[in-house]
């Protein structure tokens, strides 16, 4: 059951799309001010982060959760987490989000693809900055399994999709390498599980792994280990840039995870174990398979020296990327950078490449909205491409999103829950 803080005279149907962090939050804080939440998701709550619940998360429990959902859990009758332990990824899912999850009940809807959205009775192109655009109802254009495609209505939209479904190409300026997507099935676009369920596929062979950021670091913590226990494995670390340290080092990190990671990728850059090699400043050109091995063709960034290498696997940490293809009949204004709103995008600090998203400033509420009124983009999709997102950022864009909605600059659950438990 989840606590109702304020009751609406005239309460919203609000859609709110994607099951992960984000989406379980908007849904909580919706029905606690009295509004009609309902979370469309194709998979299961926190599909997202279960694909890598092997790993542990470098940010601990505090800036995972919210006062809101922390209260949810407490009414479940379960235990609140130490506030300073970063948890694993398997055990944030267990103990959080399916806990909000269940709350939320029958507000979600599983195995439900949202797969366009538009206003009802007009166009893209119609009633630009209109009062007649806010008074039509959204149209969600669903489909399930098994089932024929239907329409809901909604008066307020939130898109808390996220990133993690469409990774970036592989190839130069990132577009698909050409042979690359026939060769789907030898590379992982997400942080593979090297040292459990996955190690058989790199174990003893030579694995190509692309990418300079956090989660190309957690792979090469994974493969220093694999390598002590498996000697004749070997790793290609292949990146755009010509760094000697790829990972910044902040001082007295306050996230010792994160220290970890990039000290170890720094080490691995300096001083590649035996048998590995660390190849900088290249791009991969084309990709082809022969004799059950990857050919894979490089360059460096501008087009002139050439090399090539051969591997059993790739293994290609290049980022990711919003789908927008759903919203493509509103009026959404879109970063030509980062695909992230660009209100939003123009507020944020130039060149994320792995910066410190603790130091990201708390931005006015308005940076969310859209051209579109009423509808929202939350969570890692408001970034686009960026890194440098946080969930804590993205609890208090749901917040910011209903101090919009309610127009009521000073509406703050997260502050009088806070409150109350003070008194």
């Not at 149907?13 to 908007?26: F, M, R």
């Not at 890598?52 to 009758?77: D, H, M, Q, V």
């Not at 390598?227 to 990972?247: N, V």
Request: with cysteine; aromatic share 6%.
């Amino acid at each position: 059951m989840i606590r109702e803080l304020r009751t609406q005279a005239r309460p919203k149907d609000v859609a709110i799309v994607g099951a992960g962090p984000i989406g379980l939050e908007a849904a909580l804080y919706c029905a606690a001010l009295g509004h009609r939440p309902v979370v469309y998701e194709r998979q299961e709550p926190g599909a997202n982060i279960r694909r890598w619940g092997f790993l542990e998360l470098f940010s601990p429990w505090a800036l995972n959760t919210s006062a809101l959902g922390l209260a949810t859990i407490e009414e479940l009758g379960l235990d609140i987490p130490d506030r300073k332990a970063c948890p694993g990824a398997a055990e944030y899912c267990r103990s959080y989000l399916a806990p909000l999850a269940s709350a939320l009940g029958n507000r979600i809807r599983t195995g439900c693809e949202v797969v366009g959205i538009a206003r009802a009775g007009l166009l893209k192109t119609e009633a630009i900055g209109a009062e007649e655009r806010s008074e039509a109802r959204f149209r969600l254009l669903l489909e399930a399994k098994n089932s024929a495609r239907k329409t809901e209505s909604a008066d307020v939209v939130i898109d808390a999709t996220g990133v993690y479904r469409n990774p970036a190409s592989l190839g130069d300026g990132g577009l698909p390498a050409p042979g690359e997507e026939a060769l789907e099935d030898l590379i992982s676009y997400h942080i593979p599980d090297v040292l459990g369920a996955d190690r058989p596929l790199y174990a003893g062979g030579t694995t190509l792994l692309a990418g300079a950021g956090y989660s190309a670091a957690t792979v090469l913590e994974a493969f220093t280990l694999l390598l002590e226990e498996d000697p004749g494995t070997r790793l290609i670390w292949a990146r755009r840039d010509s760094r000697e340290e790829p990972l910044p080092v902040i001082e007295n990190d306050p996230l010792p995870q994160r220290d970890r990671l990039s000290r170890a990728a720094n080490r691995f850059c300096s001083s590649p174990p035996a048998g590995c090699e660390v190849l900088k400043g290249v791009v991969t050109t084309s990709l082809r398979q022969e004799g059950g091995k990857i050919h894979i063709e490089l360059c460096d960034p501008q087009g002139q020296d050439s090399s090539a290498v051969v591997v059993d696997r790739i293994i290609a940490m290049t980022g990711y990327r919003p789908d927008n293809s759903y919203h493509r009949e509103l009026q959404v204004h879109l970063c030509y950078a980062s695909e992230g709103p660009m209100k939003l995008a123009a507020a944020l600090p130039g060149g994320d490449s792995n910066g410190d998203c603790l130091a990201a400033e708390e931005l006015p509420g308005d940076t969310l909205s859209n051209p579109e009124p009423g509808y929202y983009i939350a969570g890692h999709k408001s970034y686009g491409r960026r890194s440098d997102f946080l969930l804590q950022t993205g609890i208090g864009q749901v917040r910011d999103i209903f101090r919009l909605v309610e127009a009521d600059d000073s509406l703050d659950l997260y502050s009088e829950l806070t409150a109350d438990d003070q008194t």
